[in-house]
């Protein structure tokens, strides 16, 4: 059955590092992959989409890449800021939405 | 423009009971999703609805039921709830379904079946 894999453990990051999460999928050849991030007490909201034909997408300190021969996905934060503490999930995607599969997420915790 | 809105918040059910959530989004999305999310787990797809009157089976639909009486609404009944029906359930509305729409999240209402 499909698969999503996310760090189940917080990631602990200093303030100003390169903060990086890891989504790995099995049996799956998703045609998108979704970021969304996630506050206590909060619904998901969504951060950046990946095409299984893009390498690599940026968004201000945000980068994603997707390698589909290592069935991966890498979500970056550059010079972290506590602001940046949260759940991310990782959601690979058919080519309908309703196909997304979640992960369970990883808590990124940046600490000053 | 509030988004997409949920009631309740918190509920607190006994086995056996029932209850509906309600969400709401002023968006004019067409397309809504139900899901719940439990510790350790990704979200789950619980049921969702293409349009105005139809609906559709999610990933685990079994104990649920919904309406999409109009386009702005969508609800999720509990006919006789479960203890395993404890959890997060969140509320998504979407401007279409292809992989590239994105969907847009309600603030969650946290049920716990006694």
């Known amino acids: 059955s499909q698969k999503i894999e996310q760090n189940s453990e917080a990631l602990n990051i200093q303030e100003g590092k390169t903060a990086t999460l890891t989504c790995n999928y099995t049996?799956?050849?998703?045609?998108?992959l979704q970021w969304y991030r996630q506050d206590p007490g909060r619904g998901p909201v969504f951060l950046l989409l990946?095409?299984?034909n893009e390498k690599e997408k940026r968004k201000e300190r945000l980068k994603v890449t997707f390698d589909t021969t290592l069935k991966q996905s890498l979500f970056h934060i550059t010079a972290s800021q506590p602001a940046d503490s949260a759940t991310y999930l990782c959601?690979?995607?058919?080519?309908?939405?309703?196909?997304?599969?979640w992960g369970a997420g990883t808590k990124l915790i940046i600490k000053p | 423009n509030a988004g997409v809105t949920q009631t309740p918040k918190f509920r607190v059910l006994k086995t056996g009971q029932s209850m509906t959530l309600l969400c709401a989004q002023d968006?004019?999305?067409?397309?809504m999703y139900w899901y719940r999310q439990d510790p350790g787990m990704g979200l789950r797809l619980i049921h969702y609805?293409?349009?105005?009157?139809?609906?559709a089976k999610g990933e685990v639909p079994d104990g649920y039921n919904v309406s999409r009486l109009k386009k702005q609404n969508f609800l999720l009944g509990l006919e006789s709830a479960a203890p395993s029906q404890t959890s997060v359930y969140f509320c998504?509305?979407?401007?279409?379904?292809?992989?590239?729409?994105?969907?847009?999240f309600g603030p969650g209402t946290r049920l716990t079946v006694l």
């Open positions: 998504a509305s979407s401007y279409g379904t292809s992989g590239t729409d994105t969907q847009y």
């Open positions: 990946i095409r299984e």
């Open positions: 609805s293409v349009g105005e009157g139809t609906t």
């Open positions: 968006m004019n999305h067409e397309y």
């Open positions: 959601a690979p995607c058919g080519y309908s939405n309703y196909q997304l599969i």
């Open positions: 049996n799956y050849s998703p045609a998108y």
